[in-house]
């Protein structure tokens, strides 16, 4: 009887072992191969470089409180766009910190404009408090206090919005945004820089 359990076991500890080898090393290898070689941008996690220096990654939310620049939506990720803390802040639309938090952030924005509308993303914070885009709306919804910090005429400003904004895939999976670390590094690059 105990011979007949050994060979019973022994083709499920070799299978255990022949897949956890195929699928925990060789599968995850051969992936990260690939991706390195097709989309090497991507794979190393989408960087963005500035004199040879990495600035952050596309994907991931930075904070921008400058009058000068764009700002991100808000962020409950830990202290604010924290990587290692990726989270909501679990607060529902009962919450009554949620209500205060939101009522001063769009006194904060109004403070900045005199426009009654203050589109909800600017507001709001994503699921995963990381989130690196902004509604077009949000972006035009700004235009005028970043025209003013950096004194430029709007127009310039709103060519440069109109062309940072990314369509939908494939036309329909998504929304219309903007990535604000993109389009803050193309304000940049444009000359218009300095400081009042």
Do not use: C
Not at 1 to 12: E, H, N, T, Y
Not at 96 to 107: F, K, P, Y
Not at 130 to 151: G, T
């Amino acid at each position: 009887m105990g011979k007949d359990i050994l060979s019973s076991l022994r083709p499920a500890i070799v299978m255990a072992l022949l897949f956890g080898a195929l699928l925990g090393l060789g599968y995850p290898l051969a992936m990260t191969g690939i991706g390195q070689m097709l989309f090497p941008a991507q794979a190393n996690g989408s960087l963005l470089r500035q004199d040879g220096r990495v600035i952050g990654s596309s994907l991931i939310g930075q904070n921008f409180s400058e009058p000068r620049y764009f700002h991100p939506r808000p962020s409950a990720a830990g202290k604010g766009y924290d990587a290692l803390a990726s989270s909501g802040s679990n607060l529902g639309p009962t919450s009554q910190a949620l209500t205060d938090r939101v009522r001063a952030d769009v006194a904060t924005l109004h403070r900045n404009t005199s426009d009654l509308f203050v589109p909800s993303d600017l507001a709001t914070t994503s699921a995963s408090g990381l989130d690196p885009h902004i509604s077009p709306e949000a972006a035009f919804y700004q235009l005028d206090r970043v025209a003013r910090a950096r004194r430029m005429p709007p127009a310039r400003l709103r060519g440069l919005i109109t062309q940072s904004i990314e369509r939908p895939l494939l036309g329909f999976l998504g929304e219309p945004r903007v990535n604000v670390l993109e389009l803050n590094r193309r304000l940049d690059g444009i000359g218009a820089n300095e400081r009042p």
